[in-house]
């Protein structure tokens, strides 16, 4: 809004955030100085800072503050819902009735005689602050023009002879509404129009003004969006220092993850090499910092998400720990596709497209693999079921013998056993997605999800790689070449 425009416009409406919400929970890590990881550089023999309660918080705001930019910068359907508690929960009930008990109070006290506008004068004062809140700045007509009519020292005068219009003050805050608000609510707007109880009007147009301001900071994230993608990097390295300036434990998982990493390169290392006197000072040195970090990376794709994640990673936990369990539920379909092709390929060999029929069949069943509550033997049954029912429909539509019981009995008990530990048609698709840069014949009905995945993974590592870049450095540098670091330490200042 600015003066020079007309009132009445509907270009002075906010432009409305369409995007979903994004279902992803924050991460439920905060940074401590009570982490059990020890620390690697050569300080650690040096008493632990103690953190003040200040320090600490100044962290935990800092953290909050960098997951809530990255997830509005790199999740487009990043937004904010209104959410309100469910009717038969706990928390639901005692609302209600808190709010019906203050309703049916102001209904009460304006139904006496002559009525007491109090608690609707203080009713107005809240809206007023909340339409003054909407304005951008600049817009100094409508402003004083708010704050004229919901002058709440007039009001409490006029109440006192009697003579406050409030049905007219309640149309003034509809129509200011209107010029306010987001075009999807419109409706809601048509709706307060058409109410005549005053108490449940005002009721109503609190719950409206509650959605108008989830439009508002749902318009400014749109608006920041661009800005953040475009500063992303250097507002989250610079909020990370931050984090460890004042919580110097917040590298701590960071440097065991990446320590994991090098003691499974050393693990690779040849006889001849880990035989020799002085092997692992020699073995560091000729293992690659690039290797060790990206190794790291592809342990994420079979993280245990009941741990914690290293505190680099947190901002990005969700995302990736979908990505693991995408991948798993690739996995599950390649083998269900190579099991049967194994069994019954000569039998399906001229059915077009059978490997995304069975693809078709599986998906459906295997999602929310992720949930606790979720049974993969189950879902696996349901799978041999409807692949032997699939498979017989093919043979009876060609006037073929259909499978025998022992044969649909094989199919749906190998199909049952990928489940299992050290399963072999498992393992080999482990195989050839960690070693094979081009996918195998027998998995192509899965090329397509798989590029997906590695290309949304690839962004991810990419991106955490120019954010975090200096501090993997710092610590690589101290856990592979210690005597070389410490002379660093000396020299430099502690800073990222």
């Known amino acids: 809004l600015n003066d020079d425009q007309n009132s009445d416009s509907d270009s002075s409406r906010l432009s409305e955030?369409?995007?979903?919400?994004?279902?992803?929970?924050?991460?439920?890590?905060?940074?401590?100085?009570?982490?059990?990881?020890?620390?690697?550089s050569p300080a650690s023999a040096s008493p632990p800072k103690v953190i003040t309660f200040d320090e600490l918080m100044a962290a935990a705001k800092n953290l909050t503050d960098l997951t809530l930019a990255h997830e509005i910068a790199v999740n487009a359907n990043f937004c904010i819902k209104h959410e309100d508690f469910p009717q038969n929960s706990f928390a639901g009930t005692v609302k209600q009735i808190v709010h019906k008990a203050f309703w049916d109070h102001l209904e009460s006290e304006l139904n006496e005689d002559p009525p007491e506008y109090e608690h609707a004068i203080k009713l107005f004062e809240e809206i007023k602050e909340i339409l003054l809140s909407f304005l951008t700045p600049g817009a100094n007509r409508i402003q004083n023009q708010i704050c004229e009519v919901l002058d709440t020292d007039l009001i409490r005068q006029q109440a006192e002879h009697n003579a406050v219009d409030i049905?007219?003050?309640a149309n003034y805050i509809i129509n200011t509404m209107g010029k306010l608000c987001a075009p999807i609510r419109d409706n809601d707007i048509k709706q307060l129009k058409a109410t005549d109880n005053i108490v449940e009007l005002l009721r109503q147009i609190f719950r409206v003004l509650d959605l108008m301001k989830v439009d508002m900071a749902n318009y400014t994230i749109q608006n920041l969006?661009?800005?953040l993608q475009r500063n992303l990097v250097d507002y989250e390295r610079t909020k990370f220092?931050?984090?460890?300036?004042?919580?110097?434990?917040?590298?701590?998982?960071?440097?065991?993850?990446?320590k994991e990493s090098i003691e499974d390169e050393l693990s690779s290392v040849s006889d001849e090499s880990s035989s020799s006197p002085g092997a692992d000072s020699s073995s560091k040195r000729i293992i690659s910092p690039t290797l060790v970090l990206n190794n790291g990376y592809l342990k994420l794709l079979q993280w245990d998400y009941h741990k914690t994640i290293p505190e680099t990673l947190i901002t990005d936990e969700v995302r990736l720990q979908?990505?693991?369990?995408?991948?798993?539920?690739?996995?599950?379909?390649?083998?269900?596709?190579?099991?049967?092709?194994?069994?019954?390929?000569?039998?399906?060999?001229?059915?077009?497209?059978?490997?995304?029929?069975?693809?078709?069949?599986?998906?459906?069943?295997?999602?929310?693999?992720?949930?606790?509550?979720f049974d993969l033997k189950e879902a696996l049954n349901a799978i041999g079921v409807q692949i032997c029912s699939k498979v017989n429909r093919s043979l009876a539509e060609r006037g073929l013998p259909t499978l025998s019981e022992e044969m649909q009995s094989n199919l749906m008990g190998q199909i049952a056993h990928i489940v299992e530990d050290n399963n072999p048609v498992s393992s080999l698709i482990g195989y050839f997605q960690k070693c094979m840069p081009?996918?195998?014949?027998?998995?192509?009905?899965?090329?397509?999800?798989m590029e997906f995945v590695g290309s949304q993974y690839a962004s991810i590592v990419?991106?955490?790689?120019?954010?975090?870049?200096?501090?993997?450095?710092?610590i690589l540098r101290k856990l592979l070449f210690p005597e070389a670091a410490m002379g660093k330490e000396e020299t430099e200042t502690p800073t990222n």
């Open 225 to 227: 969006r661009p800005y």
């Open 438 to 449: 081009a996918m195998p014949g027998g998995l192509s009905v899965i090329q397509t999800e």
């Open 167 to 169: 049905h007219g003050l």
């Open 322 to 373: 979908e990505l693991r369990e995408k991948l798993n539920q690739l996995k599950i379909i390649a083998c269900v596709c190579l099991i049967t092709n194994n069994m019954v390929g000569a039998a399906i060999v001229d059915v077009p497209d059978f490997a995304d029929q069975l693809k078709r069949i599986s998906i459906p069943l295997l999602e929310g693999m992720n949930k606790k509550t």
């Open 17 to 40: 955030s369409t995007a979903s919400s994004s279902d992803s929970e924050y991460s439920r890590q905060s940074f401590n100085s009570d982490s059990s990881s020890k620390p690697s």
């Open 241 to 258: 220092q931050e984090i460890l300036e004042e919580t110097p434990s917040a590298l701590d998982l960071t440097t065991e993850w990446i």
């Open 462 to 474: 990419n991106f955490n790689k120019q954010v975090y870049g200096p501090f993997y450095a710092n």
